[in-house]
């Protein structure tokens, strides 16, 4: 009878771990999880099929790294009037409009046609996201064709 309790009682200690580790294994995902702030976009008068998802976080040395994806992006040729670029931009209370970078669209034969992905690090605190149509990469302050604006923000 001995054998039994004992037996018992180190398989409900081996249950107990493995609902522990399974219950540390959700709390650092949600952890994880809730340390990006998600961006909300409205839909574009001028691509309204594109579905962006852009993401925040703030990294380990005090900036923030910002991920963007949009599905259904028409390549920039396609936009009236037609340009070649898409570039994407922050707003920040300190530094104003400040630029991140051209966003990839994805084309070609075995791409993905109609999603574009960005990835960027910055120092300054981000507040908005604004993508636009531009002709020339050299450019410092967004041109008139904004394609997508998220809606104001605050990082975590």
């Known amino acids: 009878m001995g054998k039994l309790i004992n037996y018992t009682m180190k398989k409900y200690i081996y249950i107990n771990r493995n609902h522990f ?35 925040i976080s703030k990294n380990k040395i005090g900036g923030y790294d910002i991920n963007l994806d949009i599905n259904n992006l028409a390549l920039p040729e396609r936009l009236s009037p037609p340009k070649k670029y898409y570039m994407v931009w922050i707003e920040t209370q300190s530094e104003g409009i400040s630029k991140l970078g051209e966003i990839a669209n994805n084309r070609g034969l075995f791409s993905n046609r109609g999603r574009a992905s960005f990835e960027a690090e910055t120092m300054y605190r981000p507040t908005l996201i604004i993508v636009t149509a531009e002709n020339n990469l050299d450019i410092t302050y ?15």
């Not at 008068?45 to 594109?50: D, E, L």
């Not at 967004?142 to 975590?156: A, D, T, W, Y």
């Open 21 to 55: 580790t399974y219950l540390i294994a959700f709390m650092l995902l949600i952890g994880l999880y809730g340390c990006s702030t998600k961006i909300t976009f409205p839909v574009s008068n001028i691509v309204p099929a594109a579905e962006p998802v852009a993401k």
């Open 142 to 156: 967004p041109g008139s064709q904004i394609i997508l604006k998220s809606r104001p923000f605050q990082v975590k």
